[in-house]
């Protein structure tokens, strides 16, 4: 039964897991030469705001435009590069009312030299090719606009999110905080990624509360930083992480029937990743007995939310507390069915040299305001409402 609960939960919530496994979490730094191009549309940092669709509160999806063709997409802060699904790939089952991409038609395609490769995220495989388009962050009159952009047409894949027709986009959008995207380019030269080519020098994520309510993403959010409004309500995390938004995790910990529990103590050494591509919270090995007994104590129903025990955790040294409202996800009520609660955990493994890896995923970044700051780099965290 234990199994069960960790590998169904996915596949019922058709959860997106779009972490890169292309690199580990581990801290340091690198950088080679960029790839530019000198037709390269150069941005000043601008406001842009985009509103992101609710898909039953595991899926947050946003317009992203290739050329004059635009396609739904999950914009991540995971992985690093564009991903689109291209026509050609023929295992792909996507539902009618979504699009695939079309190079046959576009205008402003290139093409690129790199052979066929693969590309592992925690949901699986996909297997792409590099080329370079036009692209407009959301739809094509965006002025977020980025010429001769690499990105990676979807040629086949074994996720199953887009093998069952029941995903809500067909191109994933990578935020990682790197300027250049790792093993990309040719000749040691890396290619620069979007929110590099775009300005960006900090994004910041937004999720309305609510099974169905909205939510947005703001690049280059008009806040003072350096203001002491600012310092009040927001608390800021090092981000640790050579590639992925991660940060240390010194503790997690939660009260159950009188006793207090903790991972991440004693010598073993945790990090987290916030990650906007995945649904759940990823739990690594040794927690999730842990946290196996908070999870066969949900209602099916939701009645019993209030008296659930709260998740604590203690990120670069500061307490987050997610109460179980946070932490499940609850479905309903529709077709004459009540709500229904089902808690927002899978399973995750993951190396780093810093320490076992949790990601921190839709259900954290649901419940906390969350500012992504490229230049430290760090991540803001302020309480929601």
């Known amino acids: 039964m234990r199994l069960s609960i960790f590998c169904w939960l996915p596949v019922i919530l058709t959860a997106a897991a779009n ?4 690199h580990d979490a581990s801290a340091g730094s690198e950088r080679r030469g960029l790839e530019r191009d000198d037709d390269v549309n150069e941005l000043q940092p601008r406001t842009f705001k985009l509103a992101l669709k609710n898909v039953k509160g595991v899926q947050y999806t946003a317009p992203i435009s290739l050329g004059a063709q635009t396609f739904m997409a999950v914009y991540d802060t995971g992985s690093f590069e564009i991903m689109a699904i291209s026509r050609q790939c023929k295992v792909c089952k996507l539902p009618s009312t979504l699009t695939t991409y079309d190079n046959s038609t576009s205008q402003s395609f ?4 790199r052979p066929i490769e693969d590309h592992h995220f925690a949901g699986g495989t996909v297997i792409a090719r590099q080329d370079f388009e036009t692209v407009h962050v959301g739809t094509v009159d965006s002025v ?15 996720m199953p999110i887009w093998k069952n027709k029941k995903a809500s986009f ?3 959008v990578g935020l990682g905080h790197r300027g250049a995207v790792p093993d990309s380019g040719t000749d040691g030269k890396l290619a620069e990624s979007l929110i590099e080519r775009t300005g960006t020098q900090r994004f910041a994520i937004c999720l309305e509360r609510g099974p169905s309510s909205p939510g947005y993403i703001t690049l280059n959010p008009a806040f003072d930083f350096k203001s002491a409004d600012f310092g009040s309500v927001f608390r800021r995390i090092s981000v640790i992480g050579r590639h992925h938004w991660a940060v240390r995790m010194n503790s997690m910990s939660a009260t159950l029937d009188g006793k207090t529990t903790s991972r991440c103590v004693g010598g ?9 591509g995945t649904s759940l919270i990823g739990v690594p090995p040794h927690a999730t007995d ?3 007994d908070i999870v066969k104590q949900v209602k ?3 009645s019993n939310l209030d008296t659930l025990p709260k998740l604590i955790f203690e990120l670069d040294g500061q307490k987050f507390v997610m109460p179980a409202s946070a932490y499940t996800v609850q479905l309903g009520p529709e077709g004459g069915k009540p709500y229904r609660c089902l808690p927002a955990f899978t399973d995750f493994f993951m190396t780093s040299d810093q320490g076992s890896v949790w990601i921190l995923g839709m259900p954290f970044l649901r ?5 992504f700051d490229r230049k430290e780099p760090s991540i803001c965290v302020a309480e929601q409402g």
Do not use: E
């Not at 290139?110 to 030299?113: D, L, S």
């Not at 419940?367 to 500012?371: A, L, N, R």
């Open 367 to 371: 419940h906390f305001y969350t500012v």
């Open 144 to 158: 977020f606009q980025v010429k001769n952009m690499a990105f990676w047409q979807v040629v086949d894949t074994n």
């Open 268 to 276: 073993h050494n945790c990090i987290a990743i916030v990650d906007s």
């Open 300 to 302: 099916w129903d939701c």
């Open 110 to 113: 290139v093409a690129g030299k």
């Open 290 to 292: 842990f946290i196996f």
């Open 19 to 22: 972490l890169r496994h292309s």
């Open 170 to 172: 067909t191109a994933i």
